[in-house]
């Protein structure tokens, strides 16, 4: 009889080897045994597996100790009915075995172990891989970080070498500089020297030379073989052969004067190339990877139009500095001509006073007609120019409001399309957009036609303009020039002695009555 137990509590499992244990075990396999031949037999489900046998009972001594199972399959048995379910109920508990059933597939144990081994494999080959490539790593980080020190420090040194070899050449025209203003300054003493010794002559020959003088000094067209000329030439073709020399060597020396400063061009330019060079290259040489201002750059490898190689670099100050070395000795040369020459020049005049000062006067009137002429055509042009910017000036408005205009309708248009699915259609607004853009780009090209044709006719009018102003500027200068120049021939109407002269030939100024043209101040550009 069985007692109860409290409620709440659990009853202790029965004792192993027990006949309630045992009569247990024998219920659940009567169970299971029935299922699994209602499966066989209906369900046409296949034999179980093939059992393992286990050790007999007497070889079990507690229900919790391992059961270890032989390896010798049993042979295969027919797949169980209800009779055998029946008699599975008289077999000891203990000697039953039963099979599990899983429906999954099933790996041969070669195949686990291969699977196995190819995941290892796999492992060490892949650690392997890894490692020589962090191997390779760690080699390229060190070779190009030697690599990047080595090529900065050479690049530097480079630098450093280019710096020198640039301030060798800086300190050489920086020299030659020196040397070249020198030269410049004494052939311009020479110069000024031989223009003294020629107007210390005697007086006829004062007074042909410093006409002469003064009307070389007129400019552009004024610059005429005139009548007035012819006679002066005539006064001075009884000049000595050595005074001819001398103007000779003054021209020469104002040519020499303009290559030695050309030379000095070239070579204050290649001078300013290099100071520039070196405070480029200095900062360059300053740089370093901590520097504030240093960025990536676009195309930096590229090479710059106009590169010079190294031999045309330092064939070119060569050449600057050959030059200008070449025109020194050929200054020198000169001036040592010009020395000679003005210690011979010792020569006489015999002047055609009457008929050299009627071609001035002549020459005069004419140049003064000329010139209010010149004057008369000035003020129209001026007016004119006056009336044409006002109109370049309307035209532009004009043009301003055309572009805005414009910009109106490109902003319509872009506007009208983002009008959505069917809405962006051709309207007719779009199409009077779309047309009033046409004719407003019409527009915009006739005016600006319009007003291209307007700036040249203004350019035209003041390149005329500018040409009128630089000829009556020569006119006035003429006019002055030669008005000097019958002032100065005075000295040969009185003696010598006595003469005492209201025209100063150097600073050409006058004391005497002019005519109220001569009086009037002349404009010059």
Not at 23 to 46: D, I, M, N, S, W
Not at 474 to 494: G, P
Request: charged share 30%; proline share 6%; with cysteine.
């Amino acid at each position: 009889m069985r007692v109860p137990f409290p409620e709440g509590e659990v009853a202790p499992p029965p004792a192993p080897g027990s006949a309630r244990s045992r009569e247990a075990e024998a219920a659940a396999r009567l169970g299971r045994c029935k299922e699994g031949c209602q499966l066989g037999h209906f369900a046409g489900h296949p034999p179980p597996a093939p059992l393992r046998a286990w050790p007999h009972s007497h070889t079990l001594t507690h229900s919790h100790t391992r059961r270890e199972p032989i390896d010798r399959p049993l042979s295969p048995e027919p797949a169980p009915t209800a009779a055998l379910c029946d008699r599975a109920l008289t077999l000891d508990p203990r000697t039953m075995a039963t099979p599990s059933f899983k429906p999954s597939q099933r790996f041969r144990l070669p195949d686990w172990h291969t699977n196995s081994h190819l995941l290892a494999t796999n492992a060490e080959r892949q650690r392997q891989a890894s490692h020589q490539i962090r191997q390779e790593a760690r080699v390229l980080r060190n070779e190009t970080s030697n690599q990047t020190i080595w090529d900065e420090h050479d690049n530097r040194t480079r630098l450093a070498e280019r710096i020198d070899s640039v301030n060798r050449w800086k300190e050489t025209l920086d020299k030659c500089l020196t040397d070249l203003d020198v030269e410049i300054d004494a052939l311009t003493q020479m110069k000024e020297s031989a223009e003294q010794n020629l107007q210390a002559k005697n007086l006829p020959l004062d007074v042909a030379v410093e006409c002469l003088t003064l009307r070389d000094s007129r400019r552009d067209i004024d610059v005429v073989k005139d009548p007035v000329e012819e006679e002066l030439h005539k006064e001075v073709e009884v000049i000595d052969a050595t005074k001819k020399a001398l103007q000779q060597r003054i021209s020469q020396a104002f040519e020499k004067l303009c290559l030695l400063q050309e030379a000095r061009q070239q070579l204050s330019a290649d001078h300013r190339d290099k100071v520039e060079t070196l405070d480029i290259d200095r900062g360059c040489l300053s740089l370093s990877l901590t520097s504030p201002n240093i960025t990536l750059k676009v195309d930096p490898t590229r090479v710059p139009d106009g590169s010079s190689t190294l031999q045309q670099w330092d064939g070119f100050s060569q050449l600057n500095r050959s030059r200008a070395e070449a025109e020194m000795k050929a200054a020198v040369e000169l001036r040592e001509a010009m020395a000679l020459t003005i210690a011979q020049t010792n020569n006489e005049l015999e002047a055609q006073r009457v008929a050299t000062e009627f071609t001035f006067r002549k020459r005069l009137r004419e140049m003064e007609r000329v010139y209010g002429e010149l004057r008369w055509q000035e003020k129209n042009t001026l007016e004119e120019i006056s009336e044409l910017q006002e109109d370049i000036r309307h035209l532009e408005d004009d043009l301003r409001r055309k572009f805005q205009n414009l910009k109106l309708c490109h902003t319509r248009l872009e506007s009208r399309t983002r009008r959505p699915n069917v809405e962006l259609c051709q309207d007719q607004a779009q199409h009077g957009l779309t047309d009033e853009v046409h004719q407003l780009e019409a527009t915009i090209a006739a005016l600006k036609h319009k007003l291209a044709q307007a700036q040249d006719a203004l350019d035209a009018l003041q390149r005329h303009l500018a040409r009128l102003q630089a000829d009556l500027a020569c006119k006035a200068s003429s006019m002055l020039l030669d008005a000097k120049c019958m002032d100065t021939r005075r000295k040969l109407a009185a003696p010598a002695a006595t003469f005492a002269p209201q025209v100063d030939t150097f600073a050409r100024t006058t004391n005497r009555t002019l005519s109220p043209l001569r009086t009037c101040p002349l404009e010059t550009v």
